[in-house]
């Protein structure tokens, strides 16, 4: 069993950053794949990053590589990302997921609630 609870989100302008962070209860966070995702209003949930268990793998979605870096701390339970360059198309919740396979692609077992990001033009 995984808790998962995201934070980090606000509203900034084009051009910001902001760094979303997960944090994760449970003994085992060290052993799953981490993805975060986004919902943008009126659309569907979209993959944005994933990270390997280890950290040594990652994968971005082409609407955020170069702008956003996925990372994570298994000391401190909690997965990260860094937003940069933020646009107003990045408006949306941001959702972090973990799964319990290598892959970074759904089905994810735990879902967290969610941050809003807001980006003004």
């Known amino acids: 069993q995984l808790s998962l609870v995201e934070s980090g989100g606000g509203l900034v302008q084009a051009g910001g950053s902001l760094r979303l962070s997960c944090a994760a209860s449970?003994?085992?966070?060290?052993?799953?794949?981490m993805g975060w995702f986004r919902r943008a209003p009126g659309q569907e949930r979209e993959f944005t990053a994933g990270?390997?268990?280890?950290?040594?793998?990652?994968h971005y979605a082409d609407s955020v590589k170069g702008r956003f870096t996925i990372s994570r701390d298994n000391a401190k339970n909690t997965v990260y990302l860094q937003m940069n360059s933020l646009k107003p198309e990045d408006t949306a919740v941001y959702y972090c997921?973990?799964?319990?396979?290598?892959?970074?692609?759904?089905?994810?077992?735990?879902w967290g609630q969610g941050t809003r990001v807001t980006v003004s033009s």
């Open positions: 997921a973990a799964n319990q396979t290598p892959r970074v692609a759904e089905p994810y077992d735990y």
């Open positions: 449970g003994r085992t966070f060290g052993s799953y794949t």
């Open positions: 990270i390997s268990y280890n950290g040594a793998k990652t």
